[in-house]
């Protein structure tokens, strides 16, 4: 049938087709009797992969009954363990050039943020106080009120000290990477793969040697609780401050050198900052946020105009978990004009944010 919102050829699958290219699972409700369990392994896909999925509802299958029985049944959110034996061997691995290093650190990116690996994360460095970077996507996956908290790397684009810190270490534990274009400054990091331990959300790279299939969580895990403090070398981190007085001069001009610090000071506690792409996203790498700050970019795509819909957004969700938070929007005139409408919805859902 010729129906609207199609491309009048009778494909009506030509859009699932299309998505597939960018989700991890697309699913076509068309069995009554399969419909519960495409629902829920799709979500669950989504959760556990943390990428986009599609599920396509035809109009003929919306009254359509299902086995009620089968809802009552919790999605299956936990994540997949790893191999023991080869977690372990990993692990092993890991902890061999960890106790050897001179100077250790500790690098997180993005994929941290997205594969939720934080808690890890944390006792990482709560445990080691490794001195610990974060990247431009990974800002705000660190508690950036922890003694050893050392700043943003982003390769040449990094200040001269947190280059120095990063580039000279002797073994980097980089957690999450995720080596775009805007996220390195233009591929200008200067880290060699013979010092860099990788680990990611569904295999781990130590040096020159890969293991797939072995997932960052249960190595980050298991390295928490084996890392031996005695063997351990510490260095100290760097001390990063919100430098405004430094930075302010008796010119009328408003500069971004002076500007990101004093968001710094204005920020509170458990703050949620949206930064859109430009200058807000690249400006916030000088501001030091305050504990609890969560951080929310978008570097890899780049897209403008996708922040003011994703605070509404946010704004939303932290209302409908039950916390207390302010909602931050740092963007510029041009990108606040391609979804300006949303604050139309934040208006209905009585939301409070800052602009």
């Not at 943003?152 to 274009?181: F, M, Q, R």
């Not at 932290?318 to 207390?324: F, N």
Request: with cysteine.
């Amino acid at each position: 049938m010729l129906l609207h919102h199609t491309l009048g050829n009778g494909d009506f699958n030509v859009f699932a087709k299309m998505h597939k290219e960018i989700s991890c699972e697309v699913a076509n409700l068309d069995n009554p009797s399969e419909i519960p369990d495409q629902i829920d392994h799709t979500l669950r896909q989504c959760y556990i992969r943390s990428r986009p999925v599609y599920i396509q509802l035809p109009t003929d299958m919306v009254q359509k009954k299902v086995e009620g029985e089968r809802l009552r049944k919790p999605i299956d959110l936990s994540y997949p363990e790893n191999e023991q034996d080869r977690e372990d061997y990993v692990v092993d691995v890991v902890l061999k050039y960890l106790h050897a290093a001179k100077n250790p650190i500790i690098l997180v990116d993005a994929c941290a943020v997205r594969h939720r690996v934080l808690a890890e994360v944390h006792d990482l460095i709560d445990k080691t106080n490794l001195p610990v970077c974060v990247t431009p996507m990974g800002k705000g996956a660190v508690d950036e009120s922890h003694a050893t908290y050392s700043g943003v790397y982003a390769g040449n684009a990094s200040g001269p000290e947190v280059t120095k810190l990063v580039e000279s270490s002797d073994l980097v534990l980089s957690i999450g990477a995720l080596k775009s274009d805007f996220n390195t400054a233009g591929f200008s990091y200067r880290t060699r793969q013979l010092n860099t331990i990788d680990f990611h959300s569904t295999y781990c790279v130590v040096r020159y040697s890969e293991y797939p299939g072995v997932a960052m969580r249960g190595v980050l895990r298991k390295v928490v609780d084996r890392v031996d403090l005695k063997q351990l070398s510490a260095q100290p981190g760097l001390k990063v401050i919100n430098d405004v007085a430094s930075n302010k001069d008796a010119s009328p001009t408003i500069t971004q050198a002076w500007f990101w610090p004093r968001v710094g000071e204005y920020l509170q506690e458990k703050d949620i900052v949206v930064t859109e792409t430009g200058t807000s996203n690249f400006g916030i790498w000088a501001t030091k946020f305050p504990s609890g700050t969560t951080a929310l970019s978008q570097v890899l795509w780049g897209s403008i105009g996708w922040s003011v819909g994703a605070c509404q957004g946010a704004a939303l969700a932290a209302r409908d978990a039950g916390q207390d938070r302010r909602t931050i929007l740092f963007v510029g005139d041009g990108s606040f004009q391609l979804t300006v409408q949303e604050i139309s919805t934040m208006i209905r859902h009585g939301l409070n944010i800052t602009m």
